[in-house]
C-alpha cells in the first residue's frame, strides 16, 4: 500500500476480540489529522514537507499497548509478509512503552 506500517497493521488485524478496539485506536494515531476528522488537510500539509498525521495522548497509548500486550487479537489469513503484524506489534509496544514511561502521548508525523 502506501508503505506505512499502521496502513499495513489496519489492514491484517481482524476485527475479532480486541481487533475491533486496537484498529480504532490505531486509525486515530495514523489518520487524526485527516481532511475527514477535522475538516481541512492543513495538517497534511505543513511547511518544508511535514504532515502531521495523528496522535495519542497518554492514556490512549496505555491502552493500545496493552491491547497489543495482551495479544487477543487475530492476524488475516491473508497476509502479505508472514510474521509482519507481529514484527510491527512489537515494535509499536517499544514506541508505546517509551512514550508512557515518560509520561507522554505519542505523534505519527511524516514528511513528504
Known sequence: GDGSPLSYLLEYITREDDGSELLDIVEE????????????????RGSGGMCLLGYLNRDECDKLRNLLSRGKWAVSREEIYDGGVREI????????????????????????
Do not use: C, M, P, T
Open 29 to 44: 494515531l495514523a489518520n487524526r489529522f485527516s481532511k475527514e476528522n477535522v475538516g481541512h488537510d492543513n495538517y497534511r
Open 89 to 112: 506489534a512489537k515494535y509499536l509496544i517499544i514506541v508505546l512503552r517509551q512514550a508512557s514511561s515518560r509520561g507522554h502521548g505519542l505523534l505519527l508525523r511524516a514528511h513528504s
